[in-house]
T-cell receptor
Framework: EADIYQTPRYLVIGTGKKITLECSQT?????MYWYQQDPGMELHLIHY???????EKGDLSSESTVSRIRTEHFPLTLESARPSHTSQYLC??????????FGPGTRLTVL | GENVGLHLPTLSVQEGDNSIINCAYS??????FIWYKQESGKGPQFIID?????DKRQGQRVTVLLNKTVKHLSLQIAATQPGDSAVYFC??????????????FGGGTRVLVKP
């Protein structure tokens, strides 16, 4: 089991609410990633970070934002949730190259 | 654009038989490939990887084959078990510093193991 954690695992929230999805890893990885995945579909990279104070947008445009103040922590924030944000959000981390280790995911439903 | 894709969305296999999952990629710069397994309600889990200087790599009950000529990757699972039921994804990245280890995932193949 990889040491990467996501909270909450499930979140149901109303339109317009601000939410933060938490992701932490204890492996000392410099690189961290956020993916969005609809059920049974491929993963789309929405944010990544090469290290502290380094964040970049991914291939899929997202209204979410991220921060990387500490190596182990990479939270994702939605300022105003909408039903179109309903999806599963997966966090991952890696060394410089190679395998990415994934967390269990947060399943978000926006009503 | 560059993409990684799978031929079959669903594969139904009898318990004990071998499974083969295929993946095509189009980025000629790709030189590192990974297979992930994702069970329901969980994040993807690493199965096996292969670099472009290899044609074949074996793990425990799994074998990955890489054909660079036709840009094709496959995952073979020997003696498929009920616990192998999951969605399988291939992913690729060029091992270049500029690439930053960003993986490109293909669409998944669901494997259903029949008892």
């Amino acid at each position: 089991e990889a040491d990467i954690y996501q909270t909450p695992r499930y979140l149901v929230i109303g339109t317009g609410k601000k939410i933060t999805l938490e992701c932490s890893q204890t492996m000392g990885h410099d690189k961290m990633y956020w993916y969005q995945q609809d059920p049974g579909m491929e993963l789309h990279l929405i944010h990544y970070s090469y290290g502290v104070n380094s964040t970049e947008k991914g291939d899929l445009s997202s209204e979410s934002t991220v921060s990387r103040i500490r190596t182990e922590h990479f939270p994702l924030t939605l300022e105003s949730a909408r039903p179109s944000h309903t999806s599963q959000y997966l966090c991952a981390s890696s060394y410089a190259y190679g395998e990415q280790f994934f967390g269990p995911g947060t399943r978000l439903t926006v009503l | 654009g560059e993409n990684v894709g799978l031929h079959l969305p669903t594969l139904s296999v009898q318990e004990g038989d071998n499974s083969i999952i295929n993946c095509a990629y189009s980025n000629s710069a790709s030189d590192y490939f990974i297979w992930y397994k994702q069970e329901s309600g969980k994040g993807p889990q690493f199965i096996i990887d292969i670099r472009s200087n290899m044609d074949k790599r074996q793990g425990q009950r799994v074998t990955v084959l890489l054909n660079k000529t036709v840009k094709h990757l496959s995952l073979q699972i020997a003696a498929t078990q009920p616990g192998d039921s999951a969605v399988y994804f291939c992913a690729e990245t060029p091992i270049q510093k500029a690439a930053g280890n960003k993986l490109t995932f293909g669409g998944g193949t669901r494997v259903l193991v029949k008892p």
